[in-house]
């Protein structure tokens, strides 16, 4: 599983645009990348996934360069309910090989 | 589409007893894994179920035993509980391989 880091907080507030970066220097060439969500006490729900560009589903946005060695999760005009804790991983994520590392703790102030 | 269903959201033992929690995975989804996570462990694998036959087995003692069903509903067992069993435990299911997975709200074991 390809090592991911991310800021460990952001803060933003209530309609803005926020956009978390993830690099991946050692992603591999068949590696998705996915992000979760997590509040306290549940358990992480996903966001999104993908390969290459940009995917776009109806909570998120994921911008994958060329080089796929970085990729940033774009929320957009979040809300209070958005502050959680966000975490992108790369690779498989069966099994034992799914590895939550410290995440990136979003704020969002009204 | 209904998402994956955890039963009970709560529980309180006693140490020594044993208790079973259940799964009921995304509709087609055919794996189904377990995980315990705890503030001062993360997230810890507990074992996956691919068809009904245990694909992979992390590192808990034998206290901890799971089976899958042929409709992919799971249970996890956990026998002779320990204080240090106290942890919110996940279910995730999947499609198969390289398919992300998709996490229940978990069920919150406390031992006294």
């Known amino acids: 599983l390809a090592k991911t880091t991310q800021p460990i907080s952001m803060d933003s507030y209530e309609g803005q645009e926020v956009n978390i970066t993830c690099s991946h220097n050692n992603i591999a060439t068949n590696d998705y990348i996915t992000w979760y969500q997590q509040f306290p006490s549940q358990g992480p729900r996903f966001i999104i996934q993908g390969y290459k560009t940009k995917v776009t589903n109806e909570v998120a946005s994921l911008f994958i360069p060329a080089d796929r060695k970085s990729s940033t999760l774009s929320l957009p005009r979040v809300s209070l309910s958005d502050t959680a804790v966000y975490y992108c991983?790369?690779?498989?994520?069966?099994?034992?090989?799914?590895?939550f590392g410290t995440g990136t703790r979003l704020q969002v102030f009204p | 589409k209904a998402g994956v269903t955890q039963t009970p959201r709560y529980l309180i033992k006693t140490r020594g007893q044993q208790v079973t929690l259940s799964c009921s995975p995304i509709s087609g989804h055919r794996s189904v894994s377990w995980y315990q996570q705890t503030p001062g462990q993360g997230l810890q694998f507990l074992f996956e179920y691919f068809s009904e036959t245990q694909r992979n087995k992390g590192n808990f003692p034998g206290r901890f035993s799971g089976r899958q069903f042929s409709n992919s509903r799971s249970e996890m067992n956990v026998s002779t509980l320990e204080l240090g069993d106290s942890a919110l435990y996940l279910c995730a299911s999947r499609m198969d391989r390289n398919q992300p997975q998709h996490f229940g709200d978990g069920t919150r074991l406390s031992i006294l």
């Open positions: 991983l790369v690779g498989d994520l069966g099994g034992d090989k799914l590895i």
